[in-house]
T-cell receptor, first 110, second 116 residues
Framework: GQSLEQPSEVTAVEGAIVQINCTYQTSGFYGLSWYQQHDGGAPTFLSY????GLEETGRFSSFLSRSDSYGYLLLQELQMKDSASYFC???????????FGAGTRLAVHP | NAGVTQTPKFRVLKTGQSMTLLCAQDMNHEYMYWYRQDPGMGLRLIHYSVGEGTTAKGEVPDGYNVSRLKKQNFLLGLESAAPSQTSVYFC???????????????FGPGTRLTVL
């Protein structure tokens, strides 16, 4: 079967750093994507890792270890607007077919 | 550019009724996707298209049909709606680079469908 595991909820305070982990088991693997979704909104693309290592985009970084079937999203200098759900998704082929995790709900408190 | 738009935003159906959800994109993207999102779950791929005139099944295609007659439009049809199809439906698109879909998918605002 195909599955992605990520924590259901994470809580943090403004200015802090939070890490959202994702482990996956899929029949095909091209890379790992991360999407952000605010309540009532559409998912928006954050990052993509095809190779092992860390990719940094502003306050957000994403890491991948293919040998461990593991990745994480790191959010730094948390702001209230970062309160949202975060989904990891495995790209399974050239057509960018995605298998999504169930999502991690991040609550940022003052 | 409007990006990806979806029509309608909300709809309530009775069991057995049919309807079509419309997705339109003005970014000249080759690839288009239909997902459903249920509470506490991630998005699940229903059908996708790699270009005008092509469609393919995703993870959960049963009970749905699709058509891509024009490059900019991707239609999702429910022939006989069932309560299990109550969900939020998202359409997405991505562009092609050297014949391969780019990593980023651009999502529409979603259609909230309730089947009674």
């Amino acid at each position: 079967g195909q599955s992605l595991e990520q924590p259901s909820e994470v809580t943090a305070v403004e200015g802090a750093i939070v890490q959202i982990n994702c482990t996956y088991q899929t029949s095909g693997f091209y890379g790992l994507s991360w999407y952000q979704q605010h309540d009532g909104g559409a998912p928006t693309f954050l990052s993509y890792n095809a190779l092992d290592g860390l990719e940094e985009t502003g306050r957000f970084s994403s890491f991948l270890s293919r040998s461990d079937s593991y990745g994480y999203l790191l959010l730094q200098e948390l702001q209230m607007k970062d309160s949202a759900s975060y989904f990891c998704a495995v790209r399974t082929g050239g057509y960018n077919k995605l298998i999504f995790g169930a999502g991690t709900r991040l609550a940022v408190h003052p | 550019n409007a990006g990806v738009t979806q029509t309608p935003k909300f709809r309530v159906l009775k069991t057995g009724q049919s309807m079509t959800l419309l997705c339109a994109q003005d970014m000249n993207h080759e690839y288009m996707y239909w997902y459903r999102q249920d509470p506490g779950m991630g998005l699940r791929l229903i059908h996708y298209s790699v270009g005008e005139g092509t469609t393919a099944k995703g993870e959960v295609p049963d009970g749905y049909n699709v058509s891509r007659l024009k490059k900019q439009n991707f239609l999702l049809g429910l022939e006989s709606a069932a309560p299990s199809q109550t969900s939020v439906y998202f359409c997405a698109s991505s562009y092609s680079r050297a014949g391969v879909a780019h990593n980023e998918q651009f999502f529409g605002p979603g259609t909230r469908l309730t089947v009674l």
